[in-house]
């Protein structure tokens, strides 16, 4: 049996769709918290507090969340962060009118006073001061992006290509911009510090650079023998991590 390292986004969607039928019966809700957990811990392994002056401590997370379920892992992950003792902020410029499970999300992120910034706050960019912030989390678009980018995400993506070698970005599944299958296709596209694949990695993350991105996988909720039904190996994550570095 030939151990895929990435699968296609035909075969992505396939694997969804089996692990939320009625045989696995997986909620979204409940992949995107494991999806969303586990990115919270890829940005405390890469950014750890652990030791940091109060400075670095007080830095923000800046989390940009897309329309999507892409989006909704960063709502997530924001909310695990804080618990970590991070200072997330969330800039959620376009909200999912989807589900009342997206409202539901930015509810437990007033609970747990995270700001979450709208589209008509322009001064979102005030918060991408490199000395005040720790990265950003790219949670824009996952693995249903289709180009050409609509605004208002053209404009933030041209920013974040501004920024992105003075605050690393963290991007969840798929690096905004990036066709899932084929990488960068459509320019400008961002070049993450980081990352985080979730379940298995799709055929764009062999486009990243090896020394610039470390890439892990998260979305740690599939047995063994699922794994091999799509012909690849589950990942040897360590103990209790939810996420493994490739
Ligand atoms: N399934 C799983 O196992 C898990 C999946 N999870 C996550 O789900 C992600 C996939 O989520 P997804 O399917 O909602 O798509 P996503 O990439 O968020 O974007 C769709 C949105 O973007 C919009 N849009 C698209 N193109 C656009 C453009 N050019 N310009 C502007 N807008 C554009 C599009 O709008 P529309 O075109 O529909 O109007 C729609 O609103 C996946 O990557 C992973 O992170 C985890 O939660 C848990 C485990
Ligand atoms: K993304």
């Known amino acids: 049996m030939s151990t895929l390292k990435v699968v296609s986004s035909k075969l992505a969607a396939e694997i969804d769709k089996e692990l939320m039928g009625p045989q696995i019966g997986f909620t979204l809700q409940q992949l995107m918290e494991l999806a969303g957990f586990s990115v919270a811990q890829a940005v405390c392994r890469q950014f750890p507090l652990r030791g940091k002056t109060e400075t670095e401590k007080g830095k923000h997370v800046f989390v ?9 892992d960063g709502l997530v992950c924001a ?21 009342e499970f997206y409202k539901q ?3 437990q992120l007033n609970f747990f006073k995270v700001p979450v910034l709208s589209q008509d ?3 979102w960019l005030e918060y991408l001061k490199p000395e005040k912030t720790l990265c950003i989390v790219d949670a824009i678009f996952g693995f249903s992006f289709k180009p050409p980018m609509r605004e208002p995400f053209k404009g933030i993506v041209d ?31 961002i070049n993450p510090a980081v990352l985080v694949s979730l379940t298995v990695p799709k055929p764009c993350s062999t486009y990243i650079g090896e020394k610039h991105t470390t890439h892990y996988v ?25 996420i493994l570095k490739l």
């Not at 940009?64 to 909704?72: C, L």
């Open 64 to 72: 940009i969340a897309g329309p999507g379920n892409n989006g909704g």
């Open 79 to 99: 909310r695990h962060l804080k618990l970590f003792g991070y200072n997330p902020i969330v800039f959620y410029p376009k909200r999912s009118e989807r589900t």
């Open 105 to 107: 999300l930015v509810h």
């Open 121 to 123: 706050e322009e001064n």
């Open 159 to 189: 920013e974040l290509c501004k920024l992105q070698d003075r605050i690393p970005i963290v991007s969840v599944d798929v690096p905004t911009g990036w066709d899932v299958d084929e990488g960068p296709i459509s320019h400008p596209s």
């Open 218 to 242: 998260g979305g740690r909720f599939i047995p063994r023998d699922f794994a091999n039904k799509y012909g690849f190996e589950p990942f040897g994550y360590e103990y209790t991590d939810q």
